[in-house]
Structures are given as C-alpha cells and as structure tokens.
C-alpha cells in the first residue's frame, strides 16, 4: 500500500518561512510528477508548485520567487521552502505524487497526501 506523509505545516507570522516535507512509501515501482497543491476555505484547490522526475519545476504566479520546490529521489520525498510567508497562503497544503505501484504493471496512478494547515498570521 503506498501512501504520502506530509510533515512541516503549523502557524508562522508573516513574512516568516516554513518547509513542507512529503515522504512517499510502499510498494513503488517508480515515481514521475510530484508537487504541491491548496485549499483555502471557500477556494478551489490550486497548484503550488510541481516538479517533474528529471528536477523541472513549475509554479503559481502567485508564489514565484517566493517558494522553491525540490525533491530528493533516493529518499522519496518532495519539499516546498516557503519564504516571505503571506496571509493570503493561508491553506491546507497536500502533496501529489504521480507514481506506478508494484504489481500494477505500468499503470501510473495519482495519490494525495493527508494535507497539512499552513497559517500564517498578520
């Protein structure tokens, strides 16, 4: 069973920094997109930032030049830096990850961390 373990959210004032930490595990065959969506009450979920196998990032207008996302392969994990913290990043953050599962031959499938609160106060 794979699952996503997000770690990193909590209450931060603004112009503060937080690091987002997500963690896949299981049985994974291979891992190809991962990145970073949010909720905020009322919104549509939005795409942060995601970053492709091969280390390609992209990112919402709204956080460039302020959050960075990497991954480390070997470890299986994605992580979002966020800097320069506004109140408008108030959210729930979940991370996605693209991935084929052991024993599904090359199916890929899309799977979503448990999602953690990011408050940033003004």
């Known amino acids: 069973q794979v699952q996503l373990v997000e770690s990193g959210g909590g209450l931060v004032q603004a112009g503060g920094s937080l690091r987002l930490s997500c963690a896949a595990s299981?049985?994974?065959?291979?891992?190809?997109?991962m990145g970073w969506y949010r909720q905020a009450p009322g919104n549509q979920r939005e795409l942060v930032a995601r970053i492709t196998s091969g280390g390609s990032t992209n990112y919402a207008d709204s956080v460039k030049g302020r959050f960075t996302i990497s991954r480390d392969n070997a470890k299986n994990t994605v992580y979002l830096q966020m800097n320069s913290l506004k109140p408008e990043d108030t959210a729930v953050y979940y991370c996605?990850?693209?991935?084929?599962?052991?024993?599904?031959?090359?199916?890929?499938?899309?799977?979503w961390g448990q999602g953690t609160q990011v408050t940033v106060s003004s």
């Open positions: 996605n990850a693209e991935l084929i599962p052991t024993g599904w031959g090359l199916k890929n499938f899309d799977y």
């Open positions: 299981g049985s994974i065959f291979s891992i190809n997109d």
